[in-house]
């Protein structure tokens, strides 16, 4: 993939300004189309279409924007969660509403480019913090799929074509794709990959998902 994008949402400047030359400096370089300190402006302009939003949890105020997140996800967005909390609890919810990756921002440069890259690529990227976050839970070996991911899931399994599936669900075609890429790459983080519709079956079964008789 040539020309990668990112928009930047984060309420300090520094840390925007940090950030965009640590991607332009990266290899292959990314190319920071917006930013700003409101998450309006990963909809707006050039904005809304960066492969990757690198997104702060926490603009301007105590609580995580997780309802941003999840809109985020659920419009096909890819979000890379770049937040001052290590805290195991909010790494897991994030990658449960979708996030593809979180880093705390005491990891750095390396980190986020590689997390940056990796989400535009739709591989998968486990930083220092999200290792430990994934250790501790105890349901590590089923992937932290959000409710929109498996309702996505199941009506692939139940349908012909992703564009039946898109219809069904009122989201476009590429959101189902987005969805489902998301899907493999967390299967993949957790050693279990399931690289075809076969064998993402296979993988619902064997989680208990959905059963023979769904498909």
Same mark, same amino acid.
């Given at each position: ?5 990112a928009?930047?949402?984060?309420? %300090?400047?520094?840390v925007?300004a940090?950030?965009?030359? !640590?991607l332009?400096?990266? *290899? +292959? =370089?990314?190319?920071?189309? /917006? ?11 050039r ?11 926490n ?5 995580p924007?997780?309802?941003?997140l999840?809109?985020?996800?659920d ?13 195991d ?21 390396? %980190? ?8 535009? !690529?739709?591989?998968?990227? *486990? +930083? =220092?913090?999200?290792?430990? /976050?994934?250790?501790g ?20 399994f139940?349908?012909?074509?992703k ?6 669900l009122g ?8 969805h ?36």
């Amino acid at each position: 993939m040539a020309g990668l994008t990112a928009v930047i949402v984060d309420d %300090h400047p520094a840390v925007r300004a940090g950030v965009g030359q !640590w991607l332009t400096e990266g *290899t +292959p =370089p990314v190319t920071v189309v /917006a930013e700003g300190a409101d998450v309006r402006v990963a909809w707006l302009g050039r904005g809304a279409d960066a492969d990757v939003v690198i997104l702060d949890l926490n603009l301007g105020g105590p609580a995580p924007v997780l309802g941003d997140l999840r809109r985020l996800v659920d419009a096909g967005r890819r979000v890379v969660v770049y937040s001052m909390r290590a805290d195991d609890s909010i790494a897991l919810q994030c990658l449960e509403l979708g996030a593809h990756c979180y880093l705390t921002k005491i990891e750095g440069a390396a %980190h986020l480019v590689k997390a940056v890259h990796a989400a535009a !690529w739709n591989k998968p990227y *486990t +930083p =220092p913090s999200l290792a430990g /976050a994934l250790a501790g839970d105890r349901s590590e070996r089923r992937p932290a799929l959000s409710s929109r991911e498996i309702e996505v899931l199941i009506e692939w399994f139940q349908s012909e074509s992703k564009e039946f599936v898109a219809h069904r669900l009122g989201i476009s075609p590429s959101t189902v794709n987005s969805h489902l890429e998301r899907i493999r790459v967390k299967y993949t983080q957790i050693g279990r990959e399931a690289p075809s519709k076969v064998a993402l079956a296979a993988r619902a079964i064997e989680d208990g998902l959905i059963n023979l008789d769904d498909l």
